[in-house]
């Protein structure tokens, strides 16, 4: 944050406005209550604001307060002191929830009731010079107590943003460690595919040709479904594209296996019918996820 010295010198506050606020404050004291009042008065009016000021002493001492303030402006002194008061008032208004848009709408009722105490009290020769100097130090004023909205919305910001970059840090990280298991569980089942074809090539090779052939056949159907999926996989951690025509692929492929396994036994022809169907199905959606897929390509 910028310190105040630095404010001063870019609102270009000079000693010459600082001797004309101390000239006024004679001026503005004897309404100082009437500004005071108006300002509850205008918040009490409004339901956002006034859910705030519901208690009698609360609302008397925050009056005291504002009138503290408020004769703050032509007095002085104009340094650190009077910078950490203004810090303190935003934070206050923060702490309890209450909008910068209230902060805006108080100092302009303000600004009107100053001018109007200038216009009428001040000799005309010295309104120009009473005017600039009031909407100086009330703009300095609004820019402190407004600058401590922004710094607590860029820290809540700034935490929300860095919970934000762990949590999809640990996402990402526990997401990949998910599809490194993924793919040891896919190489262990194209390992037991290959212990299949070789349970059923010894099939073959004691005489039973026909469980060993089809066995043989569904295995490899298992094998070359897993295989897919692997490589699908280390695509996709490559940074490839999802694929779904292979879950459909999946489902194809157990119901032809279903079919091959049930040949060699006894099944009624509305079993035999459900299967057959089952692939019919499959096959066209895997056609129709097939075509989709290489439109997009």
Same mark, same amino acid.
């Given at each position: 944050?910028?310190?105040?010295?630095?404010?001063?010198?870019?609102?270009?506050?000079?000693?010459?406005?600082?001797?004309?606020?101390?000239?006024?404050?004679?001026?503005?004291?004897?309404?100082?209550?009437?500004?005071?009042a108006d300002f509850?008065n205008l918040f009490?009016?409004?339901?956002?604001?006034?859910?705030?000021?519901?208690?009698?002493?609360?609302?008397?001492?925050?009056?005291?307060?504002?009138?503290?303030?408020?004769?703050?402006?032509?007095?002085?002194?104009?340094?650190?002191?009077?910078?950490?008061?203004?810090?303190?008032?935003?934070?206050?208004?923060?702490?309890?929830?209450?909008?910068?848009?209230?902060?805006?709408?108080?100092?302009?009722?303000?600004?009107?009731?100053?001018?109007?105490?200038?216009?009428?009290?001040?000799?005309?020769?010295?309104?120009?010079?009473?005017?600039?100097?009031?909407?100086?130090?009330?703009? !300095?004023? /609004?820019?402190?107590?407004?600058?401590?909205?922004?710094? @607590?919305?860029? %820290?809540?910001?700034?935490? #929300?943003? $860095? =919970?934000?970059?762990?949590?999809?840090?640990?996402?990402?990280?526990?997401?990949?460690?998910?599809?490194?298991?993924?793919?040891?569980?896919?190489?262990?089942?194209?390992?037991?595919?290959?212990?299949?074809?070789?349970?059923?090539?010894?099939?073959?090779?004691?005489?039973?040709?026909?469980?060993?052939?089809?066995?043989?056949?569904?295995?490899? !159907?298992? /094998?070359?479904?897993?295989?897919?999926?692997?490589?699908? @996989?280390?695509? %996709?951690?490559?940074?490839? #594209?999802? $694929? =779904?025509?292979?879950?459909?692929?999946?489902?194809?492929?157990?119901?032809?296996?279903?079919?091959?396994?049930?040949?060699?036994?006894?099944?009624?022809?509305?079993?035999?019918?459900?299967?057959?169907?089952?692939?019919?199905?499959?096959?066209?959606?895997?056609?129709?996820?097939?075509?989709?897929?290489?439109?997009?390509?």
């Open positions: 944050m910028r310190t105040f010295q630095e404010i001063k010198d870019n609102y270009r506050f000079t000693e010459p406005e600082i001797g004309i606020l101390r000239s006024l404050l004679p001026v503005v004291e004897p309404h100082a209550d009437r500004v005071v509850y009490l009016q409004i339901p956002d604001t006034a859910k705030y000021l519901k208690d009698d002493n609360q609302i008397a001492r925050l009056q005291s307060m504002h009138r503290v303030w408020l004769l703050a402006l032509f007095q002085g002194p104009y340094d650190e002191r009077y910078f950490q008061r203004l810090q303190r008032i935003g934070h206050a208004h923060v702490r309890i929830g209450l909008s910068a848009h209230f902060v805006y709408v108080g100092m302009n009722l303000i600004r009107q009731r100053l001018r109007q105490i200038i216009d009428t009290e001040v000799e005309s020769r010295q309104r120009e010079g009473a005017v600039k100097a009031v909407e100086k130090i009330l703009d !300095l004023n /609004l820019d402190i107590i407004a600058r401590t909205y922004h710094e @607590e919305e860029i %820290r809540r910001v700034f935490l #929300s943003q $860095k =919970l934000d970059s762990l949590l999809i840090r640990f996402s990402q990280r526990f997401t990949f460690g998910l599809n490194i298991l993924l793919v040891v569980g896919l190489l262990g089942l194209s390992l037991g595919a290959v212990a299949l074809i070789g349970q059923d090539v010894i099939h073959i090779t004691r005489g039973h040709l026909d469980q060993g052939l089809v066995g043989a056949m569904g295995s490899v !159907l298992i /094998l070359w479904v897993v295989i897919e999926l692997l490589d699908m @996989e280390i695509d %996709r951690l490559r940074g490839g #594209s999802f $694929k =779904l025509r292979l879950f459909v692929g999946v489902a194809l492929v157990a119901f032809i296996r279903k079919v091959l396994v049930t040949s060699l036994g006894q099944h009624d022809l509305w079993t035999e019918g459900l299967y057959l169907a089952g692939i019919l199905v499959c096959g066209v959606i895997f056609w129709l996820v097939s075509r989709a897929e290489a439109g997009k390509a």
